[in-house]
């Protein structure tokens, strides 16, 4: 075992809303599975997967607005029936990925939640003209909903939720339909209200970023089971499967079996060469070993540079795959370096991403400055190196 | 065709003083009520169809939409041969009533409102409902606010459903019999004073006709577009 924590029950004893033994059926074929998952007072849960995981339809068992075929919703610990669900749905807000307005007035609109509930009208009137404040749509309070931006319809989307002070915020991919800029602005915003109001939330979302910043929990769905569920940081730097390892970013992985283990690190054989990993996992055993592309440095072989020059002549000569004659090592902490040579390279923004043929296919991200400083081509020689700590090494079965 | 016009008018002067008003008011009478007598059928069902997915939904919508195309002159007959003296309803006396033309006219614009009631909350976003409840509504405070936003559309279904009731001769005629002071509406007597001869005065009751159901949907509409702004 890794020590990473599997899915399971969350740290609070009784959480906000929690459920049990989930199975939501379409057709023949169980869409969503979960044994057990819950969200806790002020805690946001980020749940992130790729498209068709089944996340919305999770988000909605949440909500009460799909009957699973099985399994149960609890409230601080007690089971939502049939007969509560109507009480249930107004403890929470919810917020789609289209704001879907009425065609009504933004004050309207944001209104409605509250005279579901029978509230009065003088009270409306202070809660809705408080959360169009807060969202800084105040001017926007008599316009028609429908002639607003899409930005703009999304805070009111949100107003809309925060102004019934629910129990638990649900929000299906909130910023899916606005702009960079705009969705930037919102997600600072969110963030900010999110620690003020200490609601309970869960935010589905496929930006894996969007849901590390947000979420206290992060939890992944790959075709309907939860796969993990844990700190955004331990899923980043521990994925349990490969599934996650790819959905998380690990975008290099490699099949391997651990040869040895010496204080702590593991040596992994994955075939050409092998890699140093920092794992507990005894010998003998079949893993994959994941590594994060911004977790490799390039070395240019051919290019300018102090080292260039030196390595390449010692290069030279050495043939890449020998066992026998050990490839020149730099001078440093990086226990893994691998000589290669550039396959590809394509732009991401400021950043480059770069496979590296090393006998194992890399992926190395780098900036675009560093590309040019090194003057990296295609096919040319470099030497990528990364830490065996930076290496996560997911045991495999049979 | 200036002469036309003309007699036009003068016999239908000669009208204003006997009949025209009584006629008038009774078709709109008979044809209001059986539009407002749909609309309380055909909104709820309409609603039920829309929102509800069950086995025989697909046919049940054709029987609708057949529905919505009934010949009002089938309608009159089928309510005229329950409602005869020996048929099996003729016990209760409502055959050449008003009564009678309401039930008639109820059977062709139920229908209409039940299939434009479908076609209205079809358009909007299924999903609207979700957000809806999501916010915490009722089943009825959603289907009320689903209304709400379907507003255009089922005023739309509303100037139909009067449109054809209004307009409708064959079955007043069947059931109604088009008898003077009782069951005597627009459209009969169109098609009585045209059977008489007199063009002229059936000319006037088509232009009353015609200006009657022109105010009826500016009126509706008026309101559609002031929906629209909002």
């Known amino acids: 075992m890794t020590g990473a924590a599997r899915p399971g029950p969350s740290a609070s004893p009784t959480p906000l809303v929690e459920v049990h033994d989930l199975v939501v059926m379409r057709g023949a074929r169980a869409v969503l599975a979960v044994e057990e998952l819950g969200v806790s007072e002020g805690e946001t849960l980020s749940v992130v997967g790729p498209n068709g995981a089944g996340k919305s339809t999770l988000l909605l068992a949440l909500a009460s607005l799909i009957r699973p075929q099985s399994g149960r919703l609890l409230l601080r610990?007690?089971?939502?029936?049939?007969?509560?669900?109507?009480?249930?749905?107004?403890?929470?807000?919810?917020?789609?990925?289209?704001?879907?307005?009425?065609?009504?007035?933004?004050?309207?609109?944001?209104?409605?939640?509250?005279?579901?509930?029978?509230?009065?009208?003088?009270?409306?009137?202070?809660?809705?003209?408080?959360?169009?404040?807060?969202?800084?749509?105040?001017?926007?309070?008599?316009?028609?909903?429908?002639?607003?931006?899409?930005?703009?319809?999304?805070?009111?989307?949100?107003?809309?939720?925060?102004?019934?002070?629910?129990?638990?915020?649900?929000?299906?991919?909130?910023?899916?339909?606005?702009?960079?800029?705009?969705?930037?602005?919102?997600?600072?915003?969110?963030?900010?209200?999110?620690?003020?109001?200490?609601?309970?939330?869960?935010?589905?979302?496929?930006?894996?970023?969007?849901?590390?910043?947000?979420?206290?929990?992060?939890?992944?769905?790959?075709?309907?089971?939860?796969?993990?569920?844990?700190?955004?940081?331990?899923?980043?730097?521990?994925?349990?499967?490969?599934?996650?390892?790819?959905?998380?970013?690990?975008?290099?992985?490699?099949?391997?079996?651990?040869?040895?283990?010496?204080?702590?690190?593991?040596?992994?054989?994955?075939?050409?060469?092998?890699?140093?990993?920092?794992?507990?996992?005894?010998?003998?055993?079949?893993v994959l070993c994941c590594l994060r592309p911004e977790d490799v440095t390039l070395w240019s072989v051919d290019g300018r540079g102090l080292l260039a020059g030196e390595v390449a002549r010692r290069l030279s000569g050495t043939p890449r795959t020998s066992a026998a004659a050990a490839p020149p090592r730099l001078a440093s902490s990086a226990r893994n370096q691998l000589p290669g040579r550039v396959s590809r390279t394509v732009s991401q923004g400021s950043l480059m991403r770069v496979g590296v043929d090393c006998g194992i296919p890399l992926v190395a991200s780098i900036t675009r400055a560093s590309a040019a400083d090194m003057d990296l081509q295609e096919g040319g020689r470099v030497i990528a190196t990364f830490k065996a700590s930076a290496v996560h090494l997911i045991p495999l079965t049979g | 065709m200036d002469t036309l016009i003309a007699d036009a008018a003068q016999a239908l002067q000669s009208f204003v003083g006997s009949d025209l008003v009584e006629v008038t008011l009774l078709s709109l009478e008979v044809s209001g009520l059986a539009t407002a007598i749909s609309l309380l059928i055909g909104l709820p069902l309409g609603t039920w169809l829309a929102l509800t997915r069950f086995r025989s939904r697909g046919l049940t919508l054709s029987f609708v939409n057949t529905g919505m195309a009934l010949p009002p002159v089938v309608v009159g007959l089928f309510v005229a041969s329950m409602l005869w003296r020996s048929g099996p309803l003729g016990g209760l006396d409502l055959i050449y009533t008003p009564a009678a033309m309401v039930i008639a006219e109820v059977i062709i614009a139920a229908p209409i409102v039940v299939g434009l009631t479908v076609a209205a909350l079809g358009q909007l976003d299924p999903r609207l409902r979700l957000q809806l409840l999501g916010l915490g509504a009722s089943r009825l405070q959603m289907v009320w606010w689903l209304w709400k936003e379907a507003r255009l559309p089922l005023l739309a279904a509303l100037m139909a459903a009067f449109g054809s009731v209004i307009s409708e001769v064959g079955a007043a005629m069947m059931v109604g019999g088009n008898i003077r002071h009782q069951t005597r509406v627009l459209t009969t007597s169109i098609v009585l004073e045209t059977g008489k001869g007199e063009f002229a005065a059936a000319i006037g009751l088509g232009i009353v006709l015609l200006a009657l159901a022109f105010l009826v949907n500016a009126a509706l509409t008026w309101a559609q577009q002031r929906g629209q702004q909002r």
């Open chain 1, 77 to 286: 610990g007690t089971p939502v029936e049939r007969r509560d669900e109507l009480a249930y749905r107004r403890r929470v807000g919810l917020v789609l990925a289209d704001p879907l307005l009425l065609g009504a007035s933004v004050f309207a609109n944001v209104a409605c939640g509250l005279r579901f509930r029978g509230v009065r009208d003088d009270e409306v009137r202070t809660r809705v003209a408080h959360w169009l404040d807060r969202l800084g749509i105040g001017h926007l309070r008599d316009r028609p909903a429908r002639q607003i931006s899409s930005g703009e319809a999304q805070r009111v989307s949100l107003a809309r939720a925060l102004v019934l002070e629910p129990d638990l915020l649900l929000l299906d991919e909130p910023f899916a339909s606005v702009d960079a800029v705009t969705r930037a602005k919102l997600l600072d915003d969110l963030e900010g209200l999110l620690d003020e109001t200490h609601v309970g939330c869960v935010i589905v979302t496929h930006d894996l970023d969007e849901a590390v910043r947000l979420g206290d929990r992060m939890a992944v769905l790959v075709e309907g089971r939860l796969r993990q569920c844990d700190a955004p940081e331990r899923v980043l730097s521990a994925p349990l499967d490969e599934d996650v390892a790819a959905f998380v970013g690990a975008e290099t992985r490699l099949p391997g079996r651990v040869v040895s283990t010496h204080e702590g690190i593991a040596l992994v054989d994955v075939g050409p060469c092998q890699i140093e990993a920092v794992s507990d996992v005894r010998p003998g055993r079949a």
